[in-house]
């Protein structure tokens, strides 16, 4: 992989929006983005339950230097629109996450799913039609047995390729309270699905019984204090994973230890300065994700305004900070009365754990390089982003006298969020999901 100080001032070049931006319908908001483990798909989920996966094209030998770019391969209806009778509450078909299983044969899997529901889906490519049954026609009507008078052998024949989505398990009624995680543990057996009290840990296998693995619902809700917000599974060791909290604080658990993990093995919390205490610090310090690094030696958190990582030998504090939008700290009462204070924004690594990347508001996103401390601000936007121009880096301007390159942060437009971005596993290739819009980014190829 390039050296990523050096690209920075033209790191990404768009491929051009994939979903079309005449309108911001509600049903159409991407809520979710997830590279397969090789990166040759991509896939997203959306509001109204819909899940689009996208290929990576083959290189094609006219022009070996250009890169593949993503094509829609499948599109499906995951989740449908509920009612919960017993609580007269109606439960969403939004997608919340979307996790990908490794490729074991010709078929892809992958798990969606919403506040209550999650499910398993196989994706698979189907060119071939089997033709000439001896009890139906070819029609697939049932054929009057007395009529059969000689045995045929059925043969394959070739057709048009058709990629199908089947739903292989469906892992309910096992959450009072809405989904907002779920983690493919490296057993490649088991997973996890977490919401606000509990974590529950499933077998692939069985659909009708979880385990539940972290329960932290008080006997009186009335001393509830937090809320889990984010978990995930340790990338190499099964047996371990981490959950965070709206209190800003992170918990690693052994699986080993207990069969109900309510002690913690460690605990990572930042000490607060009492100098910086104001009526927002704990909505603020609340972490929306936490991830693993591919190495599994560290773990990153995003809360409101910054992103952490922490040495998992470390407990007392983070070893890197990064301020993602500090010149919103003079505009958290706004924040706060619009609501976008309780926006739950995502982080991912890049695929060799050298560089972070976050969304912001005003279509910003950011990406912050460990090794040379460098950042850069890059919007995804259509206007900004014509297919095959580079990307310049954007300047936000707190005050004082602004530059003709600079945007003034009284202008920034709150409601375009980047919550949602996804990195390929091996390549400098982003996804990012702008409301409606999912932009693909990639290195400048000289």
Avoid at 236 to 251: A, D, L, M, Q
Avoid at 276 to 292: A, G, H, L, T, Y
Avoid at 403 to 419: G, H, P
Wanted: proline letters at 4%.
């Amino acid at each position: 992989m390039k050296c990523f100080s050096r690209l920075l001032p033209y790191l990404l070049r768009p491929q051009g929006a994939l979903r079309s931006a005449s309108c911001h319908a509600q049903a159409d908001i991407i809520s979710t983005v997830e590279f397969n483990h090789t990166g040759e798909l991509l896939a997203t989920g959306d509001k109204g339950g819909r899940v689009v996966i996208f290929q990576r094209e083959q290189e094609s030998k006219n022009q070996p230097h250009r890169r593949g770019e993503y094509n829609v391969y499948s599109t499906f209806q995951s989740h449908e629109p509920e009612f919960d009778y017993l609580k007269s509450l109606e439960i969403e078909e939004k997608i919340n996450k979307i996790r990908w299983l490794p490729q074991q044969n010709a078929a892809y899997f992958l798990l969606s799913t919403n506040d209550k529901t999650v499910k398993l889906w196989k994706v698979s490519e189907r060119d071939k039609r089997p033709e000439g049954y001896n009890l139906k026609d070819e029609d697939g009507r049932l054929r009057d047995p007395s009529m059969i008078t000689v045995l045929r052998v059925p043969v394959l024949r070739p057709m048009d390729l058709m990629v199908e989505a089947t739903p292989r398990r469906v892992f309910a009624n096992a959450h009072t309270y809405h989904i907002n995680s779920i983690s493919v543990n490296s057993d490649y057996e088991t997973y996890m699905s977490a919401d606000d009290l509990r974590i529950n840990l499933w077998n692939f296998e069985i659909t009708n019984q979880s385990f539940n693995i972290v329960d932290i619902k008080p006997a009186n809700m009335e001393e509830l204090t937090e809320v889990i917000t984010a978990a995930e599974f340790h990338p190499h060791h099964c047996n371990t994973f981490v959950y965070s909290s709206s209190k800003g604080t992170i918990r690693l658990c052994d699986m080993r230890t207990a069969a109900l993990c309510d002690r913690h093995a460690k605990f990572f919390e930042e000490p607060e300065d009492p100098s910086n205490r104001s009526f927002f610090s704990e909505i603020i310090s609340s972490i929306s994700d936490v991830k693993f690094s591919h190495s599994g030696r560290y773990i990153m958190t995003r809360d409101y305004l910054t992103v952490k990582v922490w040495d998992l030998n470390m407990e007392n504090r983070p070893i890197e900070t990064y301020q993602v939008h500090d010149y919103l700290r003079s505009k958290l009462c706004s924040l706060y009365e619009n609501d976008c204070i309780f926006d739950k924004f995502e982080c991912v690594w890049n695929g060799s754990d050298s560089v972070i990347m976050t969304g912001s508001y005003n279509n910003f996103f950011r990406m912050f390089d460990r090794n040379t401390k460098r950042d850069v601000t890059l919007e995804a936007s259509r206007e900004n982003s014509k297919p095959r121009a580079i990307l310049k880096p954007r300047k936000v301007c707190v005050g004082g006298k602004r530059r003709k390159d600079e945007i003034s942060v009284d202008s920034l437009d709150f409601s375009k969020k980047i919550l949602h971005t996804a990195w390929h596993p091996s390549e400098n290739i982003i996804a990012v999901a702008a409301t409606n819009n999912l932009y693909i980014f990639q290195d400048k190829v000289n």
